[in-house]
């Protein structure tokens, strides 16, 4: 990664800011793309300590020539700008397919034109399978997208493979499973639910867990998954194809939760309220859908492996949750 020259695009975000940080770390030239209105305290302090090699840009992949000043002359481009809010995108489908969509679509036709050298690793999501029940998620498991969000991740996964079939563009996707860890906002059900319930420990909030708490999801700390993005682009053995990355370990959401209180107490020495109820009648199938994910294939083709434990890494987010909330009083 040294000396090689980065640009993330939605690097404002959870997982975009962490791997920008850990490009800068390995001696990388990162610039971030970010849409004009974004949000950038993520990034604090990164130009103060890395100086020239951090750059951040304002501008949207779906405007006419959005992408032709950030992508010229990189080596690596990571790609994680996407419109989140699942709501919002089944409000507008329209509107979530030009800023998502369109916008990777540009993304790819202005590499082909002015940077073919350039590799492009894209974030997708496990979501993309729908609600299943399963033991483990792997690259063969059946797509069976059940939303507008899902929906359009598959139709950009699809314009990658495309364009490296077609024009020999170097492309790899990963669709990542529950990311966690410091940098995530902890007030905000829709911003990944580990930080969330981390967040209600803290506040004093009782951790509400839907139905039995038996279904099983799998958690993948941030840095393991920055490392991912770096490993994927580093290996040719990654070029045109998609993998599932997460830890490997599946927990069920009751463990997890009672792994949240054990912490809790053990840094605080305050309980954390547990109880149960129904699943609401408006909530997602996804939000039922119960798994593991199988990653042995991107560890065969690159070498990755997760580095954090899960309760090493949700002690890493305890503390981040406690101190945000101090600076949020």
């Not at 690793?121 to 029940?133: D, E, K, N, R, W």
């Not at 039995?212 to 393991?224: A, C, N, P, T, W």
């Not at 070498?303 to 890494?313: I, T």
């Amino acid at each position: 990664m040294k000396n090689k020259r980065v640009l993330v695009t939605g690097g404002g975000g959870f997982i975009g800011s962490a791997l920008a940080r850990e490009c800068l770390k390995q001696g990388a030239e990162v610039e971030v793309l970010v849409r004009h209105e974004t949000d950038t305290s993520k990034l604090n302090g990164l130009e103060d300590k890395f100086g020239e090699r951090f750059k951040v840009l304002r501008g949207d992949l779906s405007e006419p020539r959005g992408a032709m000043r950030p992508v010229e002359d990189k080596d690596y481009i990571f790609h994680l700008a996407w419109q989140t809010d699942l709501k919002k995108a089944e409000k507008n489908p329209r509107e979530d397919l030009r800023t998502n969509v369109d916008g990777t679509l540009a993304l790819l036709e202005t590499c082909r034109k002015i940077n073919p050298s350039a590799k492009i690793v894209f974030a997708s999501t496990v979501t993309i399978c729908g609600p299943l029940i399963a033991n483990y998620l792997n690259e063969k498991t059946p797509d069976n997208p059940s939303t507008i969000y899902d929906i359009n991740k598959l139709s950009a996964e699809h314009f990658m493979r495309e364009y490296f079939q077609r024009t020999g563009l170097k492309t790899s996707v990963l669709r990542l499973s529950n990311i966690f860890g410091p940098g995530q906002k902890t007030n905000n059900p829709n911003r990944g639910i580990l930080n969330y319930f981390v967040g209600r420990a803290v506040r004093g909030e009782p951790l509400e867990i839907y139905g039995d708490g038996h279904l099983i999801r799998d958690y993948l700390y941030v840095g393991d998954c920055a490392d991912a993005f770096i490993a994927a682009a580093e290996s040719d053995e990654t070029n045109g194809r998609k993998f599932v990355i997460g830890s490997g370990n599946g927990k069920s959401f009751q463990r997890v939760v009672e792994d949240i209180s054990r912490i809790y107490k053990k840094i605080s020495g305050k309980d954390a309220q547990i109880c149960y109820s129904s699943f609401p009648e408006n909530s997602s199938p996804i939000d039922e859908r119960s798994f593991a994910v199988d990653s042995s294939a991107f560890r065969e083709a690159t070498g990755w492996k997760p580095k954090v434990g899960f309760r090493d890494g949700l002690y890493k987010t305890m503390m981040y949750a406690i101190e945000e909330n101090k600076n949020r009083k």
